[in-house]
């Protein structure tokens, strides 16, 4: 995809007529967080967005495509998870998304295992995403390695931006990788990072090799864009008194460009996190006390985070597919009308899976909105996309039309009548 | 962060129906019938259920699907000391009834679960609490999904206020091929699972075949280490069955020494007698068929498939046997079993005339599984299979009342039916829609509108986050 930006770019004078296409007549969502906007015109042109509202002109020789009656949105973005990285999350020589037996930690880069050929990014993209932020788990460590940006593309360039951001575990998933306490995962924290100074002052005195070292030397490598603040260090706690604790890493670490995943208990100490001005991927859904570092989860978490001035992303974390995330972003809209709850505005709701996700990785500048010179990840809905009822009828992924087909409807296809006819099913595609 | 590792072993339950109850009945009844409690109790644990006091409550200017299909625009629900007195378009008010004006709103019958481990995997997920599957051995019918059961489980009270879940049935997990009995409660907080438990509601067996149980058993180097040994060890276990039911079905009949008490075997007799509803984790087309053979051979029938993501290519099966399939909307991918799984599965089954419904086995997806119905029927519409949002509901409370064998009491809004109902505050098949009030009983359990009418745990009372909206 890269090399088609820049072959693209160096053609601004060649004719692009071919490549202009403009979705007419549909409400378009920008995903910025503003409302939908009925009887709107999106323009894409050579893989970007150049324009997205209403009143926008369609150019001489533009391909239209007549969405009335229908949505145009961004598509969304789905994190933090293990898209490309798996096939059958329970077939273990399948799954690409740990480690346990690796020396390795930090240095682990999952950008050298997305298969954009997987089932599942299939049946996702026909979903209507589009993007992902992709990381390991932490199996052997605290650290889960580098997580990358992808896209679900039908072609053989999935990675948008490799080595995106560090994953590290801080809560009781850390205080179990690290030997079986918060304080022991600390102490990892502490020792990895002094170690990674260690390694550039002195790259050829640093051990790293050696059977027994504590961090390799690849891990103490990894580590220093994080230092500098170069690479940001996604930060997976739940409780309110271990956010608390995160947030006081910078006092030590100045540069560190912290971002916090899962905060279940954000919303206890949402002014700090925002005074901190650190993004969260925050769970949707989650309202159980599933562990004592989540007691006080509610679905009203990313709202309350959002009112305090937090910018937040839902995460993934269901299990029928990440196309899901509508369905949770439409959670949030649905809590409004319960005395108590914070719920999401439409606009604010759909932003929570499309410019959220991407604003809070920093890729913004990028993709997850219809805003002019966003790569044109378009998705057309038959219906209001956070609506249970709706489905894609077509995605664009850097302005390529995608197959819509997937696995699960060539299935679904085989046995609409259960049957067999003259020939076996195995005949029939 | 992997929400798909844990549905590897937590869920899985069988239900297998017989045609007659008996369980939490308090009501003593005489053991005369062939095989029931002449020999040794069959209702040791007995129900001590009792609705919560309610006023007769009558809900105007709704849109009304009663559970078994039908539609109602600008309805009224009648229901009065816990139960159903009348549904229907215009509907005078009695006497001292309290009227809730639903203009722009909806009701249904509760929603009921057939498949969920609330309360025997409850929240905090610790493993101090790890009490669904009793993985020490392939064949543990003696185990009882209740002697798990804690009803504290915060799970219970989001499933009553988010789900609008009325009622439930509890199941061991699916390590073991018989995993043990389970229970179906009523969905009322109380101190004792006893007070939970759904009165005269029919045990289930659950059963699971696939990669579970040969999974959990062929990594200790135990059988069954494959599909054919799960068939292998589920034979054998039949044939005792089989043989114990002889034994004391001719010492009920005739007397004599009694035969020696196998508390494994009581179940297995329930099921051989009708007594008990088979409820089977099965994923693959493949096993389901071998399954329902193996149930033939031994007389018995299952009741209900679970987590059945292939049910859709045998639905014909499935419907000439009368067999349901119990399934997630679009669970998929997470297992190898799991990988064919797609989300138009119960629309081609009931394309086809099979009994089909939908289940969480998740403490999360509970809260949600009108929802899930929801995108259920639009990836059938979207093949062409149109189900009206009617005959939906039937997936969420009359085709699981069925399966339980409370049809009789529950699952739809029929007159003289359990009170079991929810208020919702728009169309519960649009995302955008919460349960605004849910009565169990006719007793109002939640409002979404008074902060005393929602539940907290013992073990929520006194920690961050005690009674905030969920």
Redesign the interface.
């Known amino acids: 995809m890269k090399a088609l930006m820049l072959l693209s770019a160096a053609l601004v004078a060649a004719p692009v007529a071919a490549q202009t296409i403009a979705i007419t007549g549909g409400t378009v969502a920008i995903g910025d967080g503003s409302a939908p906007i009925p009887g709107g015109t999106v323009v894409i042109r050579d893989g970007r967005v150049v324009a997205a509202g209403r009143g926008v002109a369609v150019p001489a020789g533009a391909e239209t495509v007549d969405a009335t009656g229908k949505w145009v949105t961004p598509g969304i973005v789905a994190g933090?998870?293990?898209l490309g990285l798996?096939?059958?999350?329970?077939?273990q020589e399948s799954n690409d998304?740990g480690a346990r037996n690796s020396p390795f930690s930090a240095a682990l880069d999952v950008a050298t295992a997305i298969n954009p050929n997987s089932?599942?990014i299939g049946?996702e993209r026909a979903g209507g995403v589009t993007r992902a932020i992709v990381s390991a788990?932490a199996r052997g460590s605290i650290f889960a390695g580098q997580g990358a940006i992808i896209d679900l593309g039908d072609d053989a360039d999935p990675v948008t931006r490799p080595r995106a951001f560090q994953f590290v575990e801080l809560g009781e998933t850390g205080a179990d990788r690290a030997g079986g306490s918060r304080p022991a995962a600390y102490a990892m924290l502490f020792d990895a990072f002094a170690q990674a100074e260690d390694f550039r002052r002195d790259p050829k005195g640093f051990d790293g090799r050696s059977r027994d070292a504590l961090l390799k030397r690849a891990d103490a490598e990894a580590l220093l864009p994080v230092l500098d603040g170069r690479m940001p260090l996604v930060v997976?706690v739940e409780r309110?008194s271990d956010i608390r604790q995160v947030l006081t890493l910078p006092k030590r670490f100045p540069r560190l460009k912290l971002i916090l995943?899962?905060a279940a208990?954000g919303w206890?100490v949402a002014p700090e996190i925002a005074a901190a001005r650190v993004p969260v991927m925050a769970s949707a859904?989650?309202?159980?006390?599933?562990?004592?570092e989540?007691?006080?989860?509610?679905?009203?978490n990313v709202g309350r985070l959002q009112r305090a001035g937090v910018t937040v992303g839902v995460?993934f974390?269901?299990?029928?597919?990440e196309h899901?995330l509508a369905?949770f972003a439409?959670?949030l809209?649905?809590?409004g009308?319960?005395?108590?709850?914070a719920g999401l505005s439409w606009g604010q709701a759909f932003a929570t899976i499309t410019s959220g996700p991407a604003r809070v990785m920093g890729v913004d500048g990028e993709i997850g909105s219809l805003t002019a010179g966003r790569r044109a990840d378009v998705v057309l809905w038959d219906g209001d996309p956070?609506?249970?009822?709706?489905?894609p009828v077509a995605v664009w992924i850097d302005g390529k039309p995608q197959p819509t087909r997937s696995r699960?409807?060539r299935?679904?296809?085989r046995?609409?009548?259960?049957?067999e006819g003259a020939l076996p099913k195995a005949y029939s595609r | 962060m992997s929400a798909a590792v844990l549905a590897l072993l937590a869920g899985c339950a069988a239900d297998g129906g017989g045609e007659r109850p008996k369980s939490a009945s308090s009501k003593g009844e005489k053991a005369s019938a062939l095989g029931r409690d002449k020999g040794y109790a069959h209702d040791p644990f007995p129900s001590t259920y009792h609705a919560y006091p309610g006023v007769p409550t009558l809900v105007t200017n709704v849109t009304v699907y009663d559970g078994e299909g039908g539609r109602i625009e600008g309805g009224s629900v009648l229901f009065a000391d816990g139960k159903i007195v009348a549904v229907g378009q215009t509907l005078e008010a009695p006497a001292g009834a309290t009227v809730i004006d639903g203009t722009g709103k909806w009701v249904t019958p509760g929603i009921i679960d057939i498949h969920s481990h609330l309360g025997d995997y409850p929240s905090p997920g610790v493993e101090a609490n790890s009490d669904g599957n009793e993985a020490t051995d392939p064949v543990t019918a003696d185990v009882w999904a209740e002697h798990s059961v804690w009803p504290q489980d915060p799970g219970f009270g989001r499933a009553l206020a988010n789900g609008g879940v009325t009622t439930l049935q509890i199941l061991p997990g699916s390590a073991n091929l018989f995993g043990g009995r389970s229970v179906v409660l009523k969905n009322v907080y109380a101190r004792t699972m006893q007070a939970m438990k759904f009165p005269g509601a029919p045990y289930g067996l659950k059963m699971a075949c696939g990669e579970n149980p040969k999974r959990v058993y062929g990594s200790k180097g135990r059988k069954p280490a494959t599909r054919m040994g799960n068939v292998a060890v589920d034979r054998a276990t039949w044939a005792r069955a089989a043989s114990y039911k002889r034994k004391w079905d001719k010492y009920e009949d005739e007397g004599g020494d009694p035969p020696e008490r196998d508390i494994a075997m009581d179940t297995l007799r329930g099921v051989l007698s009708g007594e008990i509803r088979v409820q089977n984790h099965c994923y693959r087309a493949d096993e389901m068929a071998i399954v329902m053979d193996m149930a033939k051979e031994f007389g018995y029938k299952v009741t209900a498939f679970h987590h059945a993501v292939e049910a859709y290519k045998i639905a014909d099966l499935l419907k000439q046997n009368d067999t349901c399939a119990a399934v997630w909307a679009d669970w998929y991918g997470f297992k190898m079993e799991s990988y064919d799984g797609i989300s138009a599965n119960l629309a081609l089954l009931e394309k086809a005339g099979a009994c089909a419904m939908i289940h969480s086995d998740d403490a999360n997806g509970i809260q949600r599984l009108n929802q899930e119905v929801a995108k259920a029927l639009a990836s059938g519409r979207r093949a062409g299979v149109d189900v009206s949002d009617a005959a939906a509901w039937r997936w969420l409370s009359y085709n699981p009342a069925r399966a339980l064998g409370i049809a009789d009491r529950t699952g739809s809004l029929k007159p003289g039916k359990m009170a079991d109902v929810v208020l919702w505050n728009g169309n519960p098949l649009s995302v955008y829609s919460r349960p605004e009030k849910v009565w169990v009983d006719g007793a109002m359990l939640y409002d979404a509108l008074d902060p005393r009418r929602r539940p907290v745990s013992d073990f929520e009372l006194g920690q961050p986050g005690e009674g905030d909206v969920k």
Do not use: C
């Not at chain 1, 989540?294 to 009203?300: F, K, R, Y």
């Open positions: 933090i998870g293990s798996v096939d059958v999350g329970g077939v998304s089932v599942i049946n788990d997976h309110a995943a899962g208990e206890m859904i989650a309202d159980l006390p599933a562990s004592f989540q007691l006080a989860a509610t679905e009203s995460l974390d269901g299990s029928g597919g899901g369905q439409g959670n809209v649905a809590i009308k319960i005395p108590g709850a956070l609506e249970l009822s709706s489905l699960q409807n299935l679904r296809d046995y609409l009548t259960p049957d």
